[in-house]
């Protein structure tokens, strides 16, 4: 059974730092490209930054710059280190990857920005 877990999440001062962390567990972590989404209040789920197997990695505009992707193969562990923080980056951060047809999410991990 597939679970991916995120942790990390908080409340942070507008140019604070947050880590967030995803293990991934049931399957073969090190040959998928991962992925950062978030979802704000009444906004679409947004992509954040993919991390590819040989690590590769691409961000949204608006975290360029600001935000890193990282993975660990033998943690089955994938990062966001967020700095800079913007109240606008306020949302719920889910990790995921694509196996064949299905899409694996976790449950989410909440950061406020907010002074």
């Known amino acids: 059974q597939v679970q991916l877990v995120e942790s990390g999440g908080g409340l942070v001062q507008p140019g604070g730092s947050l880590t967030l962390s995803c293990v991934v567990s049931g399957s073969i972590f090190n040959i998928y490209t991962m992925a950062w989404y978030r979802q704000a209040p009444a906004k679409q789920r947004e992509l954040v930054a993919t991390?590819?197997?040989?690590?590769?990695?691409n961000y949204a505009d608006s975290v360029k710059g600001r935000f890193t992707i990282s993975r660990d193969n033998t943690k089955r562990t994938v990062y966001l280190q967020m700095n800079s923080l913007k109240p606008e980056d306020t949302a719920v951060y889910y990790c995921?990857?694509?196996?064949?047809?299905?899409?694996?999410w976790g449950q989410g991990t909440q950061v406020t920005v907010s002074s």
């Open positions: 991390i590819t197997p040989t690590y590769s990695r």
């Open positions: 995921t990857y694509n196996e064949a047809t299905t899409n694996y």
